[in-house]
């Protein structure tokens, strides 16, 4: 039973910064990659970052790029999401998500690449 829990979601201060972690249980994940996702009340999920499992291969949305930073701690099964300058705008419901790496990793920023899914972390930003 595959089992991804997030964790470090809050209310933080437009500029302020939260960490959210991605804790894996139930499988090795050597060939997968771990992405994050957000979801807006009324919005549909977008993509904010991915990282291969094995090599540590990341790639970014426009909108998280210079201020988020996607890592995997390998000996603890837990991935993150450094979140920092945050804006009203980034004020979601995010998740954490596996799947079979596909290259180019382009492909993985779409949705149906991924088969497991937390139950995801408020994230609120005040102005």
């Known amino acids: 039973q595959v089992h991804l829990a997030e964790s470090g979601g809050g209310l933080v201060q437009a500029g302020g910064s939260l960490r959210l972690g991605c804790a894996v249980s139930?499988?090795?994940?050597?060939?997968?990659?771990m992405g994050w996702f957000r979801q807006a009340p009324g919005k549909e999920r977008e993509f904010v970052s991915t990282?291969?499992?094995?090599?540590?291969?990341?790639r970014y949305a426009d909108s998280a790029k210079g201020r988020f930073t996607i890592s995997r701690d390998v000996a603890n099964d837990t991935v993150y999401l450094q979140m920092n300058s945050l804006k009203p705008e980034d004020t979601a419901v995010y998740y954490c998500?596996?799947?079979?790496?596909?290259?180019?990793?382009?492909?993985?920023?779409?949705?149906?690449?991924?088969?497991?899914w937390g139950q995801g972390t408020q994230v609120t930003v005040s102005s």
């Open positions: 998500a596996a799947g079979a790496v596909f290259l180019p990793l382009a492909t993985m920023e779409r949705v149906e690449r991924y088969a497991y």
């Open positions: 139930g499988r090795t994940f050597n060939s997968y990659a």
């Open positions: 990282i291969t499992w094995s090599g540590g291969s990341t």
